[in-house]
């Protein structure tokens, strides 16, 4: 699933929900319902965290166990 992996990039970097949303232009709130799979990650959302996090929207959906972004 895509929600726990998110959760487990951000905080494996020590980052908080706020400073993530931030990069993205949105509220805490708004994105903290991504990790929660309350609300569901747009497209342009999706590939702006594959690009943060420097891996592949495959592993971000769980097509992959490969992180590496190709």
Known sequence: ???PKIRDL???RDLTQTQVARMLG???TGYSKYET???DIPTSV???LARFY???VDYL???TSNP???
């Open 26 to 28: 949105m509220s805490q």
């Open 1 to 3: 699933m895509i929600y």
């Open 10 to 12: 951000r905080e494996d």
């Open 54 to 56: 420097n891996t592949s």
């Open 46 to 48: 999706l590939i702006k």
């Open 61 to 63: 959906l769980g097509e």
């Open 68 to 70: 590496k972004r190709y």
């Open 37 to 39: 799979g309350e609300n």
